[in-house]
């Protein structure tokens, strides 16, 4: 990876790092439904307006794509803003980062995956990881917040549709395929969680510069430099992005909201990265 790609990789993973904490910010005035909705509506007005690639896709890989959006999005999006209501950002970043571990144990048992056995050890011990995050008061302290089930349903939204969408990026462009997604998560979401949500405009002074920062960077943005990045350095070397992400929201955590990461935490998602890359790398 050449250092443009790795500035690059650098910046989409702070964008999506950034992504729990502008959720949080979002919450003061915006409920979860409402985020999704307007997250999702943002990012595929920018995405539609600079993916300018035809769609020939197959009516079959429509059904697909249209399940892969529910999945890929409407529902971690939703999920992630109903669990920021009880957990801090930076630990639904560090719960966001088990998702390596997820997208290999579909793979592994619904997909039947070929994989040897200290691969199938690294899953367990990803596993393990993921305990440790929930330790939100410490080991001495075992606590449990509904948030962080929330927040762990979302990323396993995540691992089944990157396995969804695997052949289909295969078969398309990848940048085709996110333009469909995002349409259909868009009709998905106000179908869903329409209901619900109260449809309040951000304003300036509270929520709109989060939402943009959502919609335009976390949605649009670095969607596409992350497919950018994969097809110009291949799948093991993207996925520093994938590690970064909770660095980043750790950070963004601490310096704008004051919050604490435990030590067991961060022996949490150390054993977590460290699986999924010793994972990828075996």
């Not at 969607?223 to 590690?243: A, C, D, H, P």
């Amino acid at each position: 990876m050449n250092f443009k790609n790795f500035l690059l990789a650098l910046v989409t993973s702070s964008i999506w790092g950034s992504s729990f904490l502008m959720i949080k910010y979002s919450l003061e005035e915006l409920n979860p439904s409402d985020i999704a909705i307007y997250r999702i509506f943002i990012g595929a007005l920018f995405i539609n307006i600079f993916v300018r690639a035809k769609e020939n896709i197959v009516k079959t890989d429509h059904v697909k794509i249209f399940i892969i959006s529910f999945f890929w999005m409407a529902l971690p999006f939703y999920m992630f803003g109903i669990a920021e209501q009880t957990i801090a950002s930076s630990l639904a970043g560090l719960i966001n980062g088990s998702t390596p571990i997820f997208v290999a144990f579909i793979a592994v048992v619904f997909y039947k995956l070929k994989v040897t056995n200290i691969q199938i050890l690294y899953i367990f011990t990803g596993f393990i990881g993921v305990g440790l995050i929930s330790l939100s008061e410490g080991i001495n302290d075992v606590s449990f917040e509904i948030g962080f089930l929330y927040a762990l349903i979302a990323s396993i939204s995540y691992g089944i549709a990157v396995n969804m969408v695997e052949p289909l990026i295969k078969k398309y462009d990848s940048l085709i395929v996110i333009k469909m997604v995002i349409r259909y998560a868009f009709l998905i979401s106000l179908i869903i969680f329409g209901s619900t949500a109260s449809f309040k405009l951000p304003t300036i002074e509270v929520s709109l510069i989060p939402m943009l920062i959502l919609g335009i960077g976390g949605t649009g943005i670095a969607f596409l430099t992350y497919y950018k990045l994969l097809e110009s350095v291949g799948r093991i070397s993207s996925s520093f992005i994938v590690y970064m992400i909770p660095i980043f929201s750790i950070f963004f955590g601490f310096q704008f909201l004051d919050e604490i990461t435990n030590s067991v935490q961060f022996i949490g998602i150390g054993v977590i990265l460290s699986s999924a890359f010793l994972y990828s790398r075996t």
